[in-house]
């Protein structure tokens, strides 16, 4: 049972571009969550998916940041136009039910 | 919302020595209580969690302990080792997500 995907595993965009992150969550596992991380600091929850559904995104900027988890395929989460200050590690991870989350590998972000 | 508190920020100990990191959390209903390691550039990694039902459990060198009434819990390293070093983080379940503490980054120093 492979563990949580998430590619690619570094990413470098210029201002302005579209960051797209992917997360493939371990295998019978249906919920979703991202987190972000800033160097040197903690997890800080950005959203919480279900398949087809979006069940929490209190810790989301309402602009340019969307976050999607298909029926088929990965969960995808979208930066529009990025700026400096998205440069970050983002983290997905899964869970069977709400509880245990289990981490992917990350996604770090470089906005030049 | 939940807020989680986790102290100390840094831990530096002697190797074969005991380590000590203390959260506390505000949601009374809170009802999970995961730890988390991770080693720089690495994922984040669950080593030990608990349930509001159990007041401490263990697992080799780790314990947790939990203690509802004064909504904090700990986790003990004991016989601490080199490869213990790194982040730890604790964290709770807020309503349908998990609230992280701040951290806490553990030195073994052999």
């Known amino acids: 049972n492979a563990g949580v995907m998430q590619n690619p595993r570094h990413l470098v965009r210029r201002r302005g571009q579209e960051a797209r992150l992917r997360c493939s969550p371990m295998k019978g596992h249906s919920h979703v969550y991202w987190y972000r991380q800033l160097p040197e600091e903690g997890l800080k929850f950005m959203v919480y998916?279900?398949?087809?559904?979006?069940?929490?995104e209190s810790g989301m900027p309402k602009e340019r940041f969307s976050a999607e988890f298909p029926k088929e395929g990965p969960s995808i989460l979208r930066i529009q136009q990025v700026v400096r200050g998205d440069s970050a590690a983002y983290f997905c991870?899964?869970?069977?039910?709400?509880?245990?989350?289990?981490f992917g590998p990350g996604t770090r972000l470089l906005v030049l | 919302g939940e807020n989680v508190e986790q102290h100390p920020s840094t831990l530096s100990v002697q190797e074969g020595d005991s380590a000590v990191i203390k959260c506390t959390y505000s949601?009374?209903?809170?009802?999970?209580f995961p730890w988390y390691k991770q080693e720089l550039g690495k994922r984040p990694q669950l080593i030990i969690d608990i349930r509001s039902n159990v007041g401490e459990k263990k697992d080799q060198r780790i314990a947790v302990t939990l203690n509802k009434t004064a909504k904090h819990f700990s986790l003990h390293i004991t016989e601490t080792q080199p490869e213990d070093s790194a982040v730890y983080f604790c964290?709770?379940?807020?309503?349908?997500?998990?609230?992280f503490g701040t951290g806490t980054r553990l030195l073994v120093s052999p």
């Open positions: 991870a899964s869970s069977p039910a709400k509880e245990t989350q289990y």
């Open positions: 964290a709770s379940t807020g309503f349908q997500k998990l609230v």
């Open positions: 998916l279900q398949k087809e559904n979006i069940i929490d």
């Open positions: 949601d009374s209903a809170s009802n999970y």
